[in-house]
């Protein structure tokens, strides 16, 4: 899937303790190895050794005392031939594992961990075994029994708004609207808010894309359990991974209950099937079942631990066991809650600490069997949606951006009103349809003959009918004009409603844009008459019956005429439409309701099962894989496509770029061969790794002696990757107005600690703006400590440079918002103009050895320091600059050297060269390397 963007991930060895170090002080007696003096007689380049596996480190020292023959101290150091697969600085690394070594070696105990945790925010879930999720905080409810300091300052979310060239993620969060408009699949919301359709994350974790799969919590307002692993559930269901076990073991604690009624209660409720060995459904048949019952108090409080929302809790009264079902799980008698939280329930009992209602007042009854403890669960969940997510809610002076629910103390975003999400007890947040349409939202839209403005997380089907949604945004595409189909709101010019669809009889609809492109644009098809071979007549569509399943030729007056006769809507295609900025348009698949619309490939889903129902009819066909017509037409709705019209689209363009592409991949194919031994062996290194979420990597000591680690992802950290890391996740795209210029991106993440201002992390990337038009990046930047400091700001830092003559262009600052969040999503969007270069006055402090600018998003100065100075006003000197003489010394980072490479450079310190041969571009062409887009320092 094209749309889900790459990012290029550091696998290291991330200890918890980032003063730990691992020490090689052993002797390879194995592997040929030489020292540099002696790799220079022999004429071996820098080049050469880093294609024998030597790091980049490594292949830049020997460059620098190839540099410095006469003068370096480097002449001893050794370099190491390493025998395949092994590699390292000494050879004392490698993805294989020979077969008489067991994983579970590594570790007996530790190789059963199979959950990651958040353990930089003191949590207590009630028990030692579940632990604490960072998707947990700021979900929308208490996963924490101390003071619920998972959602402590989040109520800041609930009253942040957005700038006008922003989308308001659900959660509060603000994206460059760019994203919101770009895809339907990949998500840039924390909360997957600005997306429709969810794909699931394949179970190897070496082959998912870390961002689609890691950097988002659960969807809003579905109150799921967050398995640990991007999964979300409902409560008390089954995670893949089994986390759900563990929520299930911290309820069944026996706390100050006699064994023998926790026995009871444990088997009675269903919590868990067996316990020490007992069946519980033997148990309970058993006369052993009474006996035990009998021994618990009057009132008990079971589970010790709240069962939902982090406050609230079950309690039991001491009744016969003949009142008792014992096919259904035992019901509480009462139910109780946090008062604070939910302050609109009139209580009906109070016992010790806890306020309660009766179990008949929160919708059960004695009258049904509930099979299991999450159908109890299930019944209840609903009666809390009014419910206070935070003790914090009620800090807060009344905000203009609040709505304050009827009946309740609950404060709730504006932006919730009419958003499909029931937040108020009352539901009166789903039924004010006018101040629905007061809300200042561009992202909001109305259904034909509506007064409500439905929120902009709706589904794309969510109109009546067949209506389709108008958008209060004047953005579409050009396809789109005189398409048949409203898509811009009516606006009055000159006492007139106008439309996209306004004039349109001016406008002829078979033309450059619409010819053969396999729709039909004109109401009788000729814009695709002697464009493709075809079953049917002219004026007449190939289609197959949604009835019969045969292939029918259908008249051009029922086509676009509101009624579905083509399987899928081949007939009214506009009706399940999308439209996103990389795709252009695209279809779904309509079911015969007229309603609901489905992806071609997940068919599940119809009313009236007419995306199933010829499944059985075909399968002998399928078997044989044979494409039928039902095939051919699934695939045909799949396919079709309206692409935005841009030079890439164009038949001449596009043409050029395919040769071009062809070209390099067929120069590319050799060296990818030659990568695929190492990636099966990486892949071999997962199945039955104790690496959470980390690769299993051999470690040899010495001689025969070998012991093993994890190398994590920079999400990650701990000796099994268990430990989930704070970092900043961004995903940049950049617009260039200049297609001729190659651009190099500094991206720094920065502490604003009074003057120093130090770089905690960066990253560089190389944008290609002829090639890489709205080019996706998506990186990780660390923070320099963990935890990172809460009582101080971080901020982003990005700084532009012509590549070619390494010019600096300008400067970009972005604000961190809401430290409490352990991951901080940002999705960027930055304009290079040719030659910009902002200067101003309006510093308010001198720049002492440099230069005031101004940033370029911002109306915000800052200094520009020359080489070797750093802090806010460039008066903190820190030379160590080990970059190349003619690369550009940009700051430090850990005692190590930032620097922004020319074009034909490359490594951290610019001292490697790429091999591409003396004029290998014409027409003064630049040539670059193989991996030119990312350079970091996390």
């Known amino acids: 899937m094209d749309t889900l963007y790459p990012a290029k991930v550091e696998y290291c060895i991330r200890p918890t303790d980032s003063s730990q170090t691992i020490i090689n002080d052993f002797v390879n007696t194995r592997d040929r190895n030489y020292t540099f003096e002696e790799l220079a007689a022999m ?25 410095q023959l006469n003068t370096s101290l480097l002449s001893d150091h050794i370099f190491f031939n390493c025998t395949q697969p092994w590699f390292g600085s000494h050879c004392q690394y490698s993805f294989s594992f020979d077969e008489t070594q067991s994983i579970l070696e590594f570790d007996s105990n530790l190789s059963r961990i199979k959950y990651t945790c958040y353990i930089l925010l003191e949590c207590n879930r009630g028990g030692p075994d579940l632990c604490l999720d960072w998707r947990e905080i700021c979900d929308g409810r208490i996963d924490c029994l101390n003071d619920g300091v998972d959602e402590a300052s989040c109520f800041q979310l609930e009253i942040n708004e957005c700038n006008i060239n922003e989308y308001r993620c659900h959660n509060g969060l603000c994206i460059s609207e760019f994203f919101w408009k770009v895809d339907l699949w990949a998500s840039e919301c924390l909360d997957y808010s600005d997306t429709w359709n969810r794909v699931p994350c394949p179970s190897v974790n070496l082959a998912s894309d870390l961002f689609f799969c890691e950097e988002n919590t659960c969807p809003p307002g579905q109150t799921k359990f967050s398995c640990g692993d991007g999964e979300c559930v409902e409560d008390f269901d089954q995670c893949q991974n089994e986390r759900h076990l563990l929520l299930l073991k911290s309820l069944s604690i026996q706390g100050n209950l006699s064994y023998h009624c926790w026995l009871s209660m444990v088997c009675l409720t269903k919590i868990i099937p067996q316990v020490d060995d007992i069946l519980c459904e033997e148990f309970v048949q058993s ?41 259904s799980a035992l019901i509480p008698d009462y139910i109780c809650y946090d008062e604070r939280l939910c302050d609109f329930l009139v ?33 209840i969940k609903t009666y809390f949606h009014g419910c206070d997510t935070t003790y914090d809610n009620q800090n807060h002076p009344r905000h203009p951006s609040l709505y304050l629910c009827q009946n309740s103390s609950k404060y709730i975003s504006k932006h919730r009103i009419l958003d499909n999400i029931i937040d108020c007890y009352l539901k009166d947040d789903e039924r004010d349809l006018v101040l629905s349409c007061s809300i200042s939202d561009p992202h909001r839209f109305q259904c034909p003959n509506e007064v409500q403005c439905r929120s902009p997380i709706f589904s794309l089907d969510s109109c009546p009918s067949s209506e389709k949604k108008i958008s209060t945004i004047d953005d579409i595409f050009f396809s789109q004009i005189c398409d048949g189909t409203v898509d811009i709101f009516p606006q009055l010019i000159n006492g007139q409603n106008h439309t996209d669809e306004t004039n349109c009889e001016h406008w002829p609809c078979s033309n450059l844009y619409t010819r053969c492109d396999r729709l039909w644009h004109c109401p009788n098809g000729e814009d695709e008459e002697d464009c493709w071979q075809s079953n049917c007549s002219r004026h007449f569509l190939h289609c197959i019956s949604p009835y019969n399943y045969t292939s029918i030729c259908l008249p051009a007056n029922q086509v676009r005429n509101g009624i579905i006769d083509c399987l899928g809507g081949l007939d009214e295609l506009h009706w399940c439409q999308i439209a996103n900025y990389y795709n252009g348009i695209t279809y779904r698949f309509a079911c015969l309701n007229g309603i609901t619309c489905i992806e071609p490939w997940a068919l599940s889903d119809c009313s009236f099962n007419d995306d199933e129902t010829f499944c059985s009819a075909r399968c002998d066909e399928w078997a044989n894989d044979k494409y039928n017509e039902i095939q051919t037409i699934l695939n045909h709705i799949g396919t079709l496509r309206r692409p935005s019209f841009t030079l890439e689209t164009s038949h001449v363009y596009s043409s050029i770029e395919n040769k071009m592409a062809n070209h390099i991949a067929a120069s590319t194919v050799k060296s990818l061969d030659e990568t695929n031994d190492i990636q099966l062996e990486l892949q071999d290194s997962t199945l039955l790794s104790p690496c959470t979420r980390g690769l299993f990597v051999s470690h040899w000591l010495a001689n025969a002696e070998f012991s093993f680690l994890c190398v994590c992802p920079p999400n990650y950290y701990g000796p099994m990757c268990q430990y989930q890391n704070q970092r900043v996740s961004l995903t940049l795209t950049v617009l260039a107005t200049t297609q001729e210029k190659i651009y190099g991106i500094l991206i720094k993440l920065i502490t604003e600690d009074n003057d120093r201002e130090e770089i905690n992390s960066y990253e560089q990337i190389i944008y290609i703006s002829k090639s890489g038009c709205r080019q996706i990046f998506n990186m990780y930047l660390l923070y320099s400590t963990r935890p990172k400091d809460p009582s101080k700001n971080y901020s982003i830092h990005i700084d532009a440079y012509d590549k070619t003559s390494l010019q600096y262009l300008s400067s970009w600052y972005f604000k961190i918002p809401f430290q409490f969040l352990p991951v901080n999503r940002l999705a960027l969007e930055l304009t290079l103009r040719s030659n910009e270069i902002v200067s101003g006055n309006c510093c308010s402090f001198t720049c002492q050895q440099g230069t005031c600018m101004k940033y370029n998003n911002e109306d915000k100065c800052f200094c520009r320091c020359q080489p070797g100075w750093f802090g806010t006003r460039c008066d903190i000197f820190i030379y160590s600059n080990d970059c190349s003489a003619d690369s550009i010394y940009v700051g430090n980072v850990r005692n190590r050297s930032i620097c922004i490479c020319p074009l034909e450079r490359f490594g951290l310190r610019c001292l490697l060269k790429h091999s591409c041969p003396l004029n290998y571009c014409h027409h003064n062409g630049n040539s670059m390397g193989p991996d030119v887009k990312t350079t970091n320092q996390n």
Not at 297 to 320: D, M, W
Request: contains cysteine; hydrophobic residues 40%; neutral net charge.
């Open 347 to 379: 209580p009906a009992f109070r016992y010790e600490s806890y306020t309660c209602r009766h179990y008949y007042q929160m919708g059960l009854k004695t009258n049904i069997e509930y099979h299991s403890w999450k159908a109890i669960i299930d019944s």
């Open 43 to 67: 004429n071996v380049s820098a080049y050469d050794i880093l294609f024998w596996s030597a790091s980049m480190d490594l292949a830049e020292q020997y460059q620098s005392y190839i540099n």
């Open 287 to 327: 006369s052993d079942i009474l006996i035990y019952f009998n021994s618990c108090e009057r009132i008990i409080a079971f589970p010790i631990y709240p069962v939902l929302f982090g406050h609230v809790r079950f309690l039991y009264s001491f009744k016969n066991l003949s009142q008792i079902n014992i096919k």
